[in-house]
């Protein structure tokens, strides 16, 4: 397998990966980490946040580590150490893999519209239209992806307003006590976090479309350190806000505290908060297609265009024949081991592997 070459205009500056790491891990699970979270760690839960992004920072490093051995993408890593056909297949469980992932982030917010705003809809309905814009970025390249996902960070900062106006309703005594919970624990609740933390991973596919890639990884830790601090400050006001057992019942603590927000001209403001997070969420759902579809045409030599046409009809049909089972707890299911038991184990796996064939060579 060649390496994966990309024309330098089709490159994005190193700079833009702090919008790319911020933009892909802040989304969906903004919305409703707080109830798992509480349920494992109670007021403990700042301490599995911060493990979460000690751990994703690590990942992070051991990522550039293994491009600067091998440079390309995950595909050409996997096929450098497994070879052809035992590589080929560790990369389609990482395609398969972008892909749950990003059905998970559509059928997730499809069901935040449903609860609160439109039940009336039919899921497959709302699914189509964010695919037919998902296709109309992704067709556009990677830096249209890019320019999208910069203009979301951008003009979402407005809602940090949100945690500040609930700390006007909280009692920071909520927060105590503190470490009265186990080490397993902490963990139970590290791993709870993992969609909202999830997305740096991404970059195992767009490496390659980065000018002068190395010099990018302070840019991806500070988008993932900002990303672990956004975390933090809304899970502070959380459990300030909200009595312990009543934040574990909350389905989306984070909308149902916009909704205390009265403005004169504003009655429902959560209405604003889920109409504005379609934005937020665009890259959420766009990026992993893209790594998925990207993936599938290293693999097969086919154009881009024709997986994601597959991969948008699978997500319909789903939506139109799984959609009432609870098929975004199934998901969930699905996701959150695999991305914690996947990435979390096979990135240093992989880097130990790529690190002893390397110093064989030598020898």
């Known amino acids: 397998m060649n390496q994966a070459t990309v024309n330098v205009k089709y490159k994005v500056s190193p700079f833009y990966v702090f919008f790319l790491m911020h933009g892909m891990q802040t989304g969906l699970g903004a919305l409703s980490f707080q109830r798992e979270l509480a349920k494992f760690t109670g007021t403990d839960g700042w301490i599995s946040i911060l493990l979460a992004g000690l751990i994703i920072h690590l990942i992070i ?9 091998v440079p390309g993408d995950i595909i050409n890593a996997n096929h450098h150490v497994f070879g052809k056909w035992v590589g ?13 992932l990003g059905m998970t982030i559509i059928v997730g917010y499809i069901r935040v519209i449903h609860v609160w705003m439109f039940d009336d809809v039919p899921a497959w309905a709302m699914a189509a239209v964010f695919l037919i814009l998902i296709y109309y970025v992704i067709s556009g390249g990677f830096r249209t992806v890019t320019g999208i996902t910069f203009i979301t960070v951008i003009v ?10 609930g700390i006007r309703y909280s009692d920071f005594t909520g927060v105590l006590p503190i470490f009265n919970h ?6 139970k ?3 709870s976090i993992s969609l909202t933390m999830l997305g740096f991973e991404m970059l195992l596919m767009y490496y390659p479309f980065i000018k002068k890639a190395e010099t990018s990884q302070k840019f991806a830790h500070g988008g993932a350190l900002t990303t672990t601090l956004l975390a933090l400050t809304v899970y502070f006001v959380s459990i300030a806000f909200y009595p312990l057992k009543l934040l574990t019942l909350t389905l989306w603590p984070t909308l ?3 909704s205390i927000i009265e403005l004169p ?4 403001f959560e209405y604003i908060t ?7 969420i665009i890259p959420n759902m766009v990026i992993p297609l893209w790594a998925a579809s990207r993936g599938i045409k290293r693999l097969f030599n086919v154009q881009q265009k024709y997986p994601l046409w597959i991969m948008s009809i699978i997500i319909v049909l789903v939506n139109i024949l799984y959609y009432d089972i609870d098929l975004l707890y199934i998901l969930n299911k699905i996701i959150n081991p695999y991305s914690v038991g996947f990435i979390v184990l096979y990135i240093p796996l992989l880097f130990v592997l790529l690190k002893t064939k390397k110093l064989l060579k030598r020898s």
Do not use: E, H, N, V
């Open 182 to 187: 186990t080490f397993l624990d902490i963990l």
């Open 88 to 100: 080929s297949f560790f990369s389609l469980l990482f395609i398969l893999y972008f892909f749950i």
């Open 256 to 258: 149902t505290l916009t």
């Open 61 to 69: 490093w051991l990522i550039y580590k293994i491009f600067k051995m």
């Open 156 to 165: 979402s900062y407005w809602l940090l307003f949100f945690p500040f106006y």
């Open 189 to 191: 609740g590290t791993k």
């Open 265 to 268: 001209f504003i009655q429902r």
């Open 274 to 280: 889920i109409s504005w997070w379609a934005i937020i």
